[in-house]
């Protein structure tokens, strides 16, 4: 069921695995669901950053098809990517391309949300469409209106640098 004022699209999942408990997934699911839009997994290699190999690309690949799968359930099936290159760009790249309505990065809780928290700040100033941070503690049933405002306000207070 779509919800008035929204238009279909696709919602981008951005992962490093780290933050991907099954509540986040499942949330991300919902969230698609309800919005009538595509959900696209993301993972990006920066081949300047980080040394990659093939059979480590094949894993991230499986890792990532297996959390597409997991999300079976949903009306529009789930999409995993992997890309290579400066996440920023391509992840800007990549919503321009699919006119995407949402960017979405889970957190963990651990030192690398610091990264992803610096990079949605970024995303925020170049892409046409909004930026979610989803805290680790969010769950499917919170996909009401409510929970997205928290959601967005945590974003905000993230992308200003207080919650570092």
């Known amino acids: 069921m779509a919800t008035s004022g929204c238009c279909a699209g696709t919602l981008l999942y951005v992962t490093d695995f780290a933050g991907d408990s ?6 991300a699911g919902e969230l698609a669901d309800r919005y ?8 990006i290699t920066d081949p300047e ?3 990659s190999r093939p059979d480590a690309q094949m894993g991230v690949q499986y890792t990532l098809e297996a959390l ?24 800007s790249k990549r919503a321009a391309d699919t ?11 651990s030192e690398s949300d610091r990264v992803l928290k610096r ?13 979610l941070i989803f805290p680790p503690n969010v ?3 919170d996909t009401n209106l409510l929970s997205l405002k928290r959601c967005i306000s945590f974003t905000r207070r993230a ?6």
């Open 22 to 27: 099954q509540k986040v997934l499942e949330f």
């Open 36 to 43: 009538d839009a595509r959900l696209e997994l993301l993972y």
């Open 49 to 51: 950053h980080t040394p």
């Open 68 to 91: 597409a799968r997991s999300l079976k359930h949903l009306k529009n099936n789930a999409r995993a990517l992997l890309l290579f290159g400066n996440p920023e760009h391509v992840i």
């Open 99 to 109: 006119n995407a309505t949402l960017i979405t990065f889970p957190l963990s809780g």
């Open 119 to 131: 990079l949605a700040r970024r995303l925020t100033k170049k892409c046409a469409c909004p930026v």
């Open 139 to 141: 769950r499917k049933e």
């Open 159 to 164: 992308c200003e640098g207080r919650l570092y």
